[in-house]
């Protein structure tokens, strides 16, 4: 029989008396479950792992309760979500490359957010990935130490659509085909509201071929101008049914859309305008949408969105003209609608920065695009940025644009020479920047040495 070791105090023997603290651990651990509806996964582990020490103790005599250890061991950093701080349970790639918990950079897209949270970098699609790398990674990390692993969240796409939400929405849809336009607005506003808060309902609008034109079907009249709260939530709803991804090429090839996108983009609220460009940029996840929304003419009213300066506005059209920029054949005609020239004087004022770099940095390689930067001023507004931004996703784009600019053009490099002889600029950035920066910043230092002898020599 194995030895029961008692506590010097006399009192109860060792073991039993650390079963007793495991037993109130857990009771403690059990109650924070069952008061707090948003109880932590923490709560849930630690009472995992007192049932698992109680379980050896009952089952292995000679188990070392001592050996046994509460406190949870902290994940590595790359397994907790940047943005909730926590293990993740469903990770997912965003377009940066950056890695996320599905339902945390699902509510940053939501809310209306266009960039990554850590990068800052202008997303060009809203597609998430699954990482099932991580995800393993995660798994077995877990495993490892005793915890849980976590059940990914449902996407908002696979929660239950009920048939008495499906039959208003149908309802709905059908007043909004009628011919009363009282009827109408309450209806509109109902269906925005619907869509917003039951995103399961976005998915309604796929299985019915005339859904979307059936919506539409109060701004086909021409009247548009005449109930501007009507178009506004009928646009609004546009892109909110267009979040769901199966639903973007569904709408975008819908004849009666993208049109109205566009003419709402002209005309309307400044909310009007600003969630058509929203619901653009949201449509051109797809490259095949892309192509067919610059055909179709959006990028000059985006252009003109985004000179207008009204900051609920700016950013979705800055976020839109980017997604539609990354196609090449979308280019020459983002710089033959004046999109360089805005975007220069957007960068001057300081307005955007983020966003509007990243633009600038997508179409310097289009030589009328260096040209009009060069005329602008660009050289001198790009080293200033350098200078006094903070940001390395800015720096990096700043010096990526002027090492294209240095290249393409000749007539730039005394410029820079200038600037780098007396604030050494670039050989700052080549010693302190991140890894691309360091390479752009090097190129352009060896083509200004070759610069300086040839101008030497002759």
Same mark, same amino acid.
């Given at each position: 029989?194995?030895?029961?070791?008692?506590?010097?105090?006399?009192?109860?023997?060792?073991?039993?008396?650390?079963? %007793?603290?495991?037993?109130?651990?857990?009771?403690?651990?059990?109650?924070?479950?069952?008061?707090?509806?948003?109880?932590?996964?923490?709560?849930?582990?630690?009472?995992?792992?007192?049932?698992?020490?109680?379980?050896?103790?009952?089952? @292995?005599?000679?188990?070392?309760?001592?050996?046994?250890?509460?406190?949870?061991?902290?994940?590595?950093?790359?397994?907790?979500?940047?943005?909730?701080?926590?293990?993740?349970?469903?990770?997912?790639?965003?377009?940066?490359?950056?890695?996320?918990?599905?339902?945390?950079?699902?509510? &940053?897209?939501?809310?209306?957010?266009?960039?990554?949270?850590?990068?800052?970098?202008?997303?060009?699609?809203? /597609?998430?990935?699954?990482?099932?790398?991580?995800?393993?990674?995660?798994?077995? &990390?877990?495993?490892?130490?005793?915890?849980?692993?976590?059940?990914?969240?449902?996407?908002?796409?696979?929660?239950?659509?009920?048939?008495?939400?499906? #039959?208003?929405?149908?309802?709905?849809?059908?007043?909004?085909?009628?011919?009363?336009?009282?009827?109408? @607005?309450?209806?509109?506003?109902?269906?925005?509201?619907?869509?917003?808060?039951?995103?399961?309902?976005?998915?309604?609008?796929?299985?019915?071929? %005339?859904?979307?034109?059936?919506?539409?079907?109060?701004?086909?009249?021409?009247?548009?101008?005449?109930?501007?709260?009507?178009?506004?939530?009928?646009?609004?709803?546009?892109?909110?049914?267009?979040?769901?991804?199966?639903?973007?090429?569904?709408?975008?090839?819908?004849? /009666?859309?993208?049109?109205?996108?566009?003419?709402?983009?002209?005309?309307?609220?400044?909310?009007?305008?600003?969630?058509?460009?929203?619901?653009?940029?949201?449509?051109?996840?797809?490259?095949?949408?892309?192509?067919?929304?610059?055909?179709?003419?959006?990028?000059?009213?985006? $252009? %003109?969105?985004?000179?207008?300066?009204?900051?609920?506005?700016?950013?979705?059209?800055?976020?839109?003209?980017?997604?539609?920029?990354? $196609?090449?054949?979308?280019?020459?005609?983002?710089?033959?609608?004046?999109?360089?020239?805005?975007?220069?004087?957007?960068?001057?004022?300081?307005?955007?920065?983020?966003?509007?770099?990243?633009?600038?940095?997508?179409?310097?390689?289009?030589?009328?695009?260096?040209?009009?930067?060069?005329?602008?001023?660009? /050289?001198?507004?790009?080293?200033?940025?350098?200078?006094?931004?903070?940001?390395?996703?800015? @720096?990096?784009? #700043?010096?990526?644009?002027?090492?294209?600019?240095?290249?393409?053009?000749?007539?730039?490099?005394?410029?820079? &020479?200038? %600037?780098?002889?007396?604030?050494?600029?670039?050989?700052?950035?080549?010693?302190?920047?991140?890894?691309?920066?360091?390479?752009?910043?090097?190129?352009?230092?060896?083509?200004?040495?070759?610069?300086?002898?040839?101008?030497?020599?002759?």
């Amino acid at each position: 029989m194995a030895k029961t070791t008692v506590d010097s105090g006399g009192g109860l023997p060792a073991a039993a008396k650390a079963a %007793d603290e495991m037993k109130r651990e857990l009771q403690r651990a059990v109650n924070s479950i069952i008061e707090d509806d948003n109880y932590s996964l923490e709560a849930n582990d630690r009472a995992m792992q007192c049932l698992c020490a109680l379980k050896d103790l009952k089952l @292995k005599p000679n188990f070392d309760i001592s050996t046994f250890s509460l406190s949870l061991p902290v994940p590595p950093h790359e397994f907790v979500c940047p943005l909730s701080n926590q293990l993740m349970k469903d990770p997912v790639v965003l377009a940066s490359g950056q890695t996320y918990d599905r339902l945390f950079i699902q509510k &940053w897209l939501k809310d209306g957010n266009r960039t990554c949270p850590e990068t800052k970098q202008v997303l060009s699609h809203s /597609v998430l990935t699954s990482n099932h790398l991580v995800r393993k990674m995660i798994s077995q &990390w877990c495993q490892k130490h005793g915890i849980e692993l976590p059940s990914p969240s449902l996407d908002e796409n696979q929660d239950i659509i009920t048939n008495a939400d499906r #039959c208003r929405l149908n309802s709905l849809l059908e007043i909004l085909s009628s011919s009363n336009i009282r009827e109408q @607005k309450k209806a509109a506003k109902q269906v925005r509201m619907l869509t917003k808060q039951i995103p399961s309902l976005r998915a309604v609008f796929g299985e019915c071929s %005339d859904a979307v034109t059936k919506l539409l079907n109060p701004l086909l009249s021409g009247n548009v101008s005449n109930h501007p709260d009507l178009q506004e939530d009928l646009i609004t709803t546009v892109l909110n049914i267009s979040i769901h991804d199966n639903n973007k090429k569904l709408v975008a090839e819908n004849p /009666v859309v993208l049109p109205l996108l566009i003419e709402s983009l002209k005309f309307g609220t400044l909310e009007t305008r600003s969630n058509s460009a929203a619901a653009l940029f949201t449509l051109s996840a797809l490259d095949s949408n892309k192509h067919n929304i610059v055909k179709a003419g959006a990028l000059k009213p985006l $252009v %003109d969105l985004l000179d207008e300066g009204q900051p609920l506005a700016m950013k979705d059209a800055a976020s839109a003209i980017f997604n539609l920029s990354v $196609v090449h054949e979308n280019k020459s005609k983002a710089v033959s609608e004046g999109t360089i020239k805005v975007v220069m004087k957007k960068i001057i004022e300081r307005i955007l920065v983020d966003e509007l770099l990243a633009i600038l940095a997508l179409l310097s390689n289009h030589h009328k695009a260096i040209e009009e930067m060069g005329e602008l001023g660009a /050289v001198s507004c790009l080293l200033s940025i350098i200078k006094e931004d903070t940001s390395e996703h800015n @720096k990096e784009n #700043c010096i990526a644009i002027l090492y294209t600019v240095c290249y393409n053009d000749r007539t730039k490099l005394k410029e820079i &020479w200038i %600037d780098e002889s007396t604030h050494g600029t670039i050989s700052n950035l080549a010693r302190s920047g991140t890894s691309r920066a360091k390479r752009k910043a090097s190129g352009i230092l060896e083509r200004l040495d070759r610069y300086v002898s040839l101008v030497h020599t002759t």
